[in-house]
């Protein structure tokens, strides 16, 4: 009785300190995802020159952008492709032998479907759904390859400018005021359309995706890192526990 009080005093002390090693490693990754907006949020408004004169967006979310930069509306800056959605119900879908295409709703990728509606890179913005509030995924997705979109999400082609820049800028935009709907949050085409966003030159456009996956790669390797450790804890302590109380650890 004396040595299990020991081994229990033993292994509360120790996976005590073990927990806490998680937990902080764990605020560390949360911490990246906060530096990440951050970095993101700072580059698509205000650019990568720190010295830069600004002046102000008249929109509240950017505030104020490069003197050089100008803002437009999502009507102006996308071609809408909506017209070319349709929904398959899951009965339809089930029906389907050969599933190769990826089928989009408004949060994504939620089943595989045996044909495509479209065939080339494009940004996809959700349609309705609790997320348009919460935030707690992407908002902005980006297609590739072949696939089909039902009509839970909005479908836009950038009139110019790389892909992932609009797709950065569409993520950081603020919608709260576009949307409507209570028990069913919405974005119609219409609010989407009337989103403003920040413009600057196609060409620092680029500068600014490179910028932005340049740093997502180091976030990646360090978070990777991070993620390890968490994992090789997680096992310390599971052997400690099971060394222990198995008399292979002398307490």
């Known amino acids: 009785l004396d040595e299990q009080a020991r081994i229990g005093t033993f292994l509360d002390r120790r996976t005590?300190?073990?927990?806490?090693?998680?937990?902080?490693?764990?605020?560390?990754?949360?911490?990246?995802?906060?530096?990440?907006?951050?970095l993101i949020n700072r580059a698509v408004t205000r650019g990568l020159n720190p010295h830069a004169k600004l002046k102000p967006s008249g929109i509240e979310w950017i505030g104020e952008i490069p003197e050089g930069w100008t803002t437009g509306?999502?009507?102006?800056?996308?071609?809408?492709?909506?017209?070319r959605r349709v929904p398959l119900s899951t009965v339809d879908r089930g029906k389907m032998t050969e599933r190769k295409y990826d089928y989009y709703g408004a949060s994504g990728v939620i089943d595989k479907v045996e044909d495509y509606l479209y065939d080339e890179d494009l940004l996809l913005?959700?349609?309705?759904?609790?997320?348009?509030?919460?935030?707690?995924?992407?908002?902005?997705?980006?297609?590739?390859?072949?696939?089909?979109?039902?009509?839970?999400?909005h479908i836009l082609r950038p009139k110019s400018g790389p892909l992932h820049y609009w797709f950065h800028a569409l993520e950081c935009a603020d919608y709260t005021t576009a949307?409507?709907?209570?028990?069913?949050?919405?974005?119609?085409?219409?609010?989407?359309?009337?989103?403003?966003?920040?413009n600057p030159s196609p060409e620092e456009q680029e500068k600014?995706?490179?910028?932005?996956?340049?740093?997502?790669?180091?976030?990646?390797?360090?978070?990777?890192?991070?993620?390890?450790?968490?994992?090789?804890?997680?096992?310390?302590?599971?052997?400690?526990?099971?060394?222990?109380?198995?008399?292979?650890?002398?307490v």
């Open 125 to 153: 913005i959700a349609e309705d759904g609790a997320n348009l509030v919460f935030r707690n995924l992407p908002l902005a997705i980006i297609a590739t390859g072949m696939y089909w979109v039902n009509n839970h999400a």
């Open 73 to 83: 509306k999502v009507r102006h800056l996308f071609d809408n492709l909506d017209s």
């Open 208 to 250: 600014i995706v490179e910028h932005i996956q340049k740093n997502e790669e180091a976030e990646r390797a360090l978070r990777g890192s991070v993620e390890s450790q968490i994992q090789t804890l997680k096992i310390l302590r599971s052997t400690l526990s099971a060394h222990t109380v198995t008399g292979r650890i002398k």
């Open 179 to 198: 949307i409507t709907g209570a028990a069913q949050p919405k974005l119609t085409k219409d609010a989407l359309a009337s989103i403003s966003l920040p």
């Open 16 to 38: 005590s300190e073990i927990d806490a090693l998680i937990a902080k490693k764990q605020r560390q990754i949360e911490l990246l995802d906060e530096q990440k907006a951050i």
